[in-house]
């Protein structure tokens, strides 16, 4: 089946979409420990794009677990599938899962930033072979080079467990007390920090609104905002 699928490319050239968007298309990929404010800053970015009046669009973990990298109970519970369907398609939080759920939203991301938009992404992402295998696909682009920028929101796990929004630090350490272990990243999985990330920003030292100046000046610098 494959050797009769084949790339077709359109007639509409990244120059006339950075023309008509005074904006060049990237990928900004926000990678952290649970709670160490990815989403935070990645939805303040948005905002402040949207109101300078550029196209930006945030796909958060959790929100695109709920759809697109559904796990086995949601896709039985929203769409009927079987049980064996489901657990077929769905995607849990073993290492095979999260590599698939990284580059499936790596796919997206390409997509959208293809169009033109800013792709921010919001995920642990925590494998760093997964997070190249993405910006890979940006690079070899098959309409050219797209943009990809690694924002590493490092900050330490202590403040995130004090945070613990979603109190999964909280349920991890008490699994691996009870002898079960829950493959939470940072508890009982590893976390691969970015080797050569574009920019680092740690939520505990610094606001908010110092991350998403940070970005927006390497946008700048960059000549991805016109």
């Known amino acids: ?46 905002q402040v794009l949207i ?11 959790d929100n695109v677990r709920l759809g697109l990298n559904a796990g086995p109970k949601i896709l039985a519970e929203t769409r009927g599938y079987s049980e064996e369907v489901s657990k077929r398609f769905g995607l849990g939080f073993a290492a095979a899962d999260r ?10 991301a390409k997509l959208f930033a293809d169009a033109g938009l800013f792709a921010l992404t ?10 190249d295998a993405a910006r890979k696909a940006h690079e070899q682009n098959k309409t050219g080079a797209i943009p990809f920028i690694e924002v590493y929101v490092n900050t330490p796990i202590a403040t995130c467990q004090t945070r613990d929004p979603k109190g999964l630090y909280k349920q991890a350490r008490a699994a691996v007390e009870a002898g079960k272990g829950m493959g939470f990243t940072g508890v009982d999985d590893p976390y691969e920090p970015p080797a050569n990330p574009e920019l680092t920003f740690d939520a505990t030292s610094q606001a908010t609104e110092q991350g998403v100046a ?12 016109k």
Not at 51 to 61: I, K, N, V
Not at 99 to 108: D, L, M, Q, T, Y
Not at 122 to 131: A, C, E, G, Q
């Open 99 to 108: 590599e698939e759920n990284v580059r499936r939203i790596g796919e997206v």
């Open 51 to 61: 109101q300078r009046g550029h196209l930006a669009y945030t796909l958060d973990g």
């Open 214 to 225: 940070l970005v927006l000046k390497y946008l700048e610098e960059k000549g991805l905002l």
């Open 1 to 46: 089946m494959s050797s009769n699928i084949f790339f077709h490319a359109g007639t509409v050239t990244c120059e006339e979409r950075t023309k008509l968007l005074k904006q060049t298309g990237a990928t900004i990929w926000f990678t952290g420990l649970s709670g160490s404010g990815k989403s935070t800053i990645a939805m303040a970015l948005e």
């Open 122 to 131: 919001s995920f642990i992402s925590p494998y760093r072979k997964d997070r």
